[in-house]
């Protein structure tokens, strides 16, 4: 047993959808018992301390204990490539993912890309990701063997492209069916790995693939589907050409049985109201991506309006569409969106996305995304004065909440003081 004091920040409610000061608490005198790989007791430092004496004492002083992040929607893959200069959507492909992501067809350079992603990821405090992976199914071993490794909990599925991609970067619906099966048989709910479905999106799958992923599906229902859906307006108009008897962009899942709950939509930023009433009575989730969608320049997600329909939202880099492997800097980013579209999200709703919002995404909010009784112990501990400009800031505060959302705003990897992963310290 170990016993973390410090500041904890544990939810109870959903911020999104009630006011956010009765959904959320900080105390400044918290404790969070881990045994084994497991969450046991979160409470006040005193009772925790006189009811456990024998466990390994961990004092964090005022940092901040915190579920660690949760990171819904990424490319592993990207890595490599994340900040790559001038190019929107459909350019930025072909100039620079799809050349990248054929190297990965190495499993040594898979494997590589794979372990130092993870790295990148554990050192600013992300405990999970679902990632896409690429098409060629080792990069899919190479990522959940790299979280095997470290203890992960992880989400990924071989991506699925039929047409509109380069040679040597395409399968077919069959091979796209058998290798997602094989994998799925390999990996789903094996110690910490789930597997997702991920065709990449309906410009570069068939029908025939689409439909022959929602057969899979229909399988093996207990997986995720992760794909992206409307992103840019000339994404949009692509697939207007390439289905055109379909109602909307929502539609071309939706025919082939790959729209309800267990669904995880990336983007979803031009949304029509049919998309939106769809959404919402599937039980699908989407993915707030905020780097990317200013750095790709997609355009600006309606959160208030989303969050109004009681869709599951998640928050996620996108790696390397996104410009930063940090969730704080994405709730940064997630926080200027908002402030564009006249909604500011307050910093307890921002944690919330990143943590427990994001394991709801993923269907995985009965595992990890909160400091609670029997959760696994996957835990980040915040500075809330890392640098000299947010100390300051921090020192100016009226609270732990203006302290956080300095952190939030200005913080980085120098932010994340430790990490714990399945009750292990990996920071
Ligand atoms: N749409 C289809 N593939 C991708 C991708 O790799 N990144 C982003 N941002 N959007 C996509
Ligand atoms: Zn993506």
């Known amino acids: 047993q170990t016993l973390l004091l410090g500041q904890t920040l544990r939810f109870t409610g959903n911020p999104l959808s009630d006011p956010w000061e009765d959904t959320v608490r900080i105390d400044s005198d918290g404790a969070v018992l881990i045994e084994g790989a497991h969450i046991k007791a979160v409470g006040r430092a005193g009772d925790l301390r006189k009811a456990h004496p024998q466990a390994t004492v961990k004092d964090y002083g005022d940092r901040l204990i915190c579920p660690g992040f949760v990171d819904a929607h990424v490319h592993y893959p990207q890595t490599a490539i994340i900040a790559s200069w001038g190019k929107r959507l459909i350019d930025w492909l072909n100039t620079y993912t799809f050349p990248e992501e054929m190297r990965l067809s190495d499993p040594e350079y898979a494997r590589d890309i794979a372990g130092r992603y993870l790295d990148l990821t554990l050192a600013n405090g992300t405990t999970t990701v679902c990632s896409f992976a690429t098409i060629a199914p080792t990069s899919v071993d190479a990522i959940f063997e790299a979280a095997a490794a470290r ?32 994998l799925i048989d390999r990996w789903h709910d094996k110690g910490r790995a789930s597997y997702a479905i991920t065709p990449r999106f309906t410009p570069t799958s068939t029908p025939e693939q689409l439909a022959a992923l929602g057969a899979l599906w229909s399988e093996r229902p207990g997986c995720l589907m992760q794909t992206h859906l409307s992103e840019q307006v000339d994404e949009i108009a692509w697939v207007k050409d390439l289905v055109p008897h379909a109602r909307d962009y929502l539609d071309t899942y939706e025919e082939h049985g790959l729209v309800r709950d267990r669904a995880v ?3 979803a930023i031009h949304l029509t109201p049919r998309e939106i009433d769809r959404l919402a009575d599937s039980g699908a989730s989407v993915v707030h991506c905020p780097t990317s969608n ?22 996620a880099t996108d790696t ?13 980013a997630a926080y200027e969106i908002g402030q564009l579209r006249g909604t500011p999200t307050h910093a307890a709703q921002l944690m919330w996305l990143a943590t427990a919002g994001s394991a709801r995404s993923l269907h995985l909010h009965d595992k990890i995304g909160t400091l609670a009784e029997g959760y696994e112990a996957d835990i980040s501990i915040l500075d809330l004065a890392s640098t000299p400009a947010i100390k300051q ?27 714990w992963v399945n009750g292990v310290r990996r920071g």
């Not at 200013?294 to 989303?306: K, R």
């Open 320 to 332: 390397g569409g996104g410009s930063s492997f940090s969730m704080l800097r994405t709730m940064a």
């Open 151 to 182: 203890g992960q909990r992880v989400v990924a599925g071989k991506t699925c492209m039929d047409r509109n991609a380069p040679d040597g970067l395409r399968d077919t619906a069959q091979s796209a069916y058998d290798d997602s099966k094989a």
């Open 294 to 315: 200013t750095f790709i320049g997609s355009g600006l997600f309606d959160m208030a309006q989303i969050a109004a329909r009681r869709i599951p939202i998640g928050l």
């Open 265 to 267: 939509f990336g983007h």
């Open 393 to 419: 800031r921090s020192e100016n505060a009226k609270n732990t909440w203006a302290q956080l959302f300095a952190t939030i705003m200005m913080g980085d990897d120098r932010a994340i003081s430790d990490v």
